[in-house]
């Protein structure tokens, strides 16, 4: 199902969900209004603990948060095979669990909710700054450092438009995930 083939008048609580092998970062918003906001840690001894801790965490999760649709980032490209299993695991039973209320859930391209917001990609200049400034680095040093200006760009962004102080990354970016497809599905 894509964005585009829902009914307008039916969305206007949208949860935005960021996963990862790691943590469940959310946002609910009604009407562009984010009502709330948190992130949830998957712990566990092994990858089956961790997708049980997830299962457990979101169902409670849900009790509290009802929408009318449910958009999860899609998965990004990992280099890992293992790393490409465990994250379809966790999404796996993250995406059941979010099934089980109901409501419509869909996914939506990380690069959708960020280019509507503004957040490109960094520039040549910038990229070129970056090494400039921090000469002798290893490429995914700077790879990361890149990322982490894109993320801070898109907390930057809603703690503006909210007048709030987002500090966590993963939620800052279920608030993209959740704005985006608010806007795209009540306003379009």
């Known amino acids: 199902m894509t964005l585009a083939s829902l009914i307008k008048t039916k969305a206007s609580r949208v949860l935005g969900i960021d996963a990862s092998t790691n943590s469940v970062a959310f946002c609910l918003m009604e009407n562009d209004v984010p009502l709330k906001w948190g992130k949830f840690n998957i712990v566990g ?35 890992s095979a293992d790393a ?17 209320t109901g409501a419509e859930v869909i996914t939506i391209s990380p690069t959708a909710w960020q280019a509507y917001i503004g957040n490109k990609n960094p520039t040549k200049e910038e990229k070129a700054g970056i090494r400039i400034k921090n000469p002798g680095y290893a490429d995914s040093w700077y790879k990361n450092q890149l ?14 438009k909210y007048s709030i102080s987002l500090e966590d990354f993963d939620v ?16 379009r």
């Open 45 to 79: 001894n092994n990858i089956y603990e961790k997708i049980y801790d997830a299962k457990v965490k979101t169902s409670a999760m849900l009790d509290e948060l009802k929408a009318d649709y449910i958009v999860v980032e899609g998965a990004v490209l990992v280099r």
């Open 84 to 100: 490409v299993i465990k994250l379809s695991y966790v999404y796996g039973v993250v995406i059941a669990e979010l099934m089980s």
């Open 147 to 160: 990322r982490n200006m894109r993320k801070q760009r898109t907390a930057d962004y809603f703690n503006k």
């Open 172 to 187: 800052a970016d279920a608030f993209g995930i959740a704005h985006y497809s608010n806007q795209v599905l009540t306003k």
